[in-house]
């Protein structure tokens, strides 16, 4: 099992942009990854996800034509470019692995996961 370090989190007004990027370390085999979110008092929420190949990605309806994840291979890193960003972003972002993942916005799918990052935005 490998692990996987996020960065790029921080604090921009609404309507600004962000990218975070995740490190996947030490992972032996193909990979899907992706990422979630999870703000206080709230569950854990699928944002994003890019499976093993790059093939196919989706997105949670809230960040649908504003997000999109991306992933580089050479480097084994996971990007999450953020548009349009609102307020209702704020929450730490956490990046997620797993050879095999269920569905994919439940977070139980994942077996692996970062530290988190936070973003914040403000009105």
């Known amino acids: 099992q490998g692990q996987l370090v996020e960065s790029g989190g921080g604090s921009v007004q609404a309507g600004g942009s962000l990218r975070l990027s995740c490190a996947a370390l030490?992972?032996?085999?193909?990979?899907?990854m992706a990422w979630f979110r999870q703000a206080p008092g709230k569950e854990r929420e699928g944002v994003a996800v890019?499976?093993?190949?790059?093939?196919?990605?989706y997105y949670g309806d809230s960040v649908q034509g504003r997000f999109t994840i991306s992933q580089d291979s050479a480097k084994n890193t996971l990007y999450l470019q953020m548009n349009g960003l609102k307020p209702e972003d704020t929450a730490m972002y956490y990046c997620?692995?797993?050879?095999?993942?269920?569905?994919?916005?439940?977070?139980?799918?994942?077996?692996?996961w970062g530290q988190g990052t936070q973003v914040t935005v403000s009105s």
């Open positions: 890019i499976f093993s190949g790059g093939a196919y990605t």
């Open positions: 030490g992972f032996v085999s193909r990979i899907s």
């Open positions: 997620a692995a797993d050879h095999r993942p269920g569905n994919w916005y439940q977070a139980d799918s994942w077996n692996s």
